[in-house]
């Protein structure tokens, strides 16, 4: 199998060989990532009638040390308005 494979150059040098690109996973990886640190942070349910909205339920009271303090800024939410805790 050949295939045109962009070498890191926005598609201007493409080498016609056989080979895996590499990166597909990558991108998969870090939109995962980051679903998974919101989720963390801001977990909406929203079925049946009753949406709610968990603030900070994957986060562990230890991860923080004494003070400090986290919080979510206009986050989207399935509920057609942005978010904020402060």
């Not at 045109?4 to 201007?12: G, K, N, Q, R, T």
Request: glycine share 6%; net charge negative; with cysteine.
């Amino acid at each position: 199998m050949t295939a045109l494979l962009p070498v890191a150059s926005d598609f201007h040098n493409m080498r016609a060989m056989t080979a895996y690109m590499g990166d597909i996973p990558h991108g998969w990886a870090c939109a995962e990532f980051m679903l998974l640190l919101r989720d963390m942070l801001f977990f909406e349910a929203s079925e049946d009638t009753d949406p709610h909205i968990y603030l900070a339920p994957g986060i562990q009271p230890a991860w923080l040390g004494n003070g400090e303090k986290i919080a979510v800024s206009n986050a989207p939410t399935a509920f057609g308005q942005a978010f904020a805790s402060h």
